[in-house]
């Protein structure tokens, strides 16, 4: 069975511009989770989609957003890139909210 | 808002000493997590603990989760080399909340 898959990669932008970065939940799994991992620091919970729709999201500016597809994808944005939002961007996902969640291998966003 | 902190922030310790991180919430917990993240890697489930009081066992791992299900501790028995890395404790409420992590070092 496939675990969480997410791409790109890494992401090298330059301040101002959009990232996208995607994620493929476990089959099966409804919910998807987004942080944040700073180099050498905790995660900050970003977003909790479930069913296609967000419900709950943590404390960051609105310029962080993101959907669910119907497939139970999920898209994380992140607008007007600032230097400090270089991090590892992981995903999650569960079978039940609030459930154990599985993480992907996460996306290196570096913001120059 | 809710917040989860883990103490100590980093441990080095003698392969075959024991090591223990505390969790402490700011708010009642539905259920904690615990996680383990090995350098250069992503954090990996370890259990779950749902129950006032609860211990768990997983070989030289024992989890806790305190009466009041607003903190929670892992303690390792003689640690050895691989159990290197950072480990976080999660708080559910409406969304879960990972600690800061206690990072372990473990020399030979």
């Known amino acids: 069975e496939a675990g969480v898959t997410q791409s790109p990669t890494h992401l090298i932008k330059t301040r101002g511009q959009q990232a996208t970065l995607r994620c493929s939940p476990i089959?099966?799994?409804?919910?998807v989770y987004w942080y944040q991992q700073a180099l050498g620091l905790g995660l900050q919970f970003l977003l909790w989609?479930?069913?296609?729709?967000?419900?709950n999201r943590g404390n960051f500016p609105p310029r962080f957003s993101g959907r669910q597809f119907p497939n139970y994808s999920s898209e994380l944005n992140v607008n007007a890139l600032e230097l400090e939002d270089s991090a590892l961007y992981l995903c999650?996902?569960?079978?039940?909210?609030?459930?154990?969640?599985?993480f992907g291998e996460g996306s290196w966003l570096t913001v120059v | 808002g809710q917040q989860v902190m883990q103490i100590p922030q980093y441990q080095h310790v003698q392969e075959g000493e024991d090591f223990t991180t505390y969790c402490n919430s700011s708010?009642?917990?539905?259920?904690i997590q615990w996680y383990k993240q090995r350098p250069g890697g992503h954090p990996v489930f370890l259990i779950q603990?749902?129950?006032?009081?609860e211990v768990k066992k997983q070989k030289r791992l024992t989890f806790q989760f305190g009466e009041a299900k607003k903190n929670s501790s892992l303690h390792i028995t003689a640690t050895q080399t691989t159990d290197v890395g950072t480990y976080f404790c999660?708080?559910?409420?409406?969304?879960?909340?990972f600690g800061t992590g206690t990072r372990l070092q473990v020399f030979p």
């Open positions: 708010t009642t917990l539905s259920n």
């Open positions: 603990l749902v129950k006032s009081g």
């Open positions: 999650a996902s569960s079978l039940v909210p609030g459930n154990t969640i599985y």
């Open positions: 999660a708080g559910n409420t409406d969304k879960l909340i």
């Open positions: 089959s099966g799994h409804t919910s």
């Open positions: 989609y479930d069913e296609g729709e967000e419900r």
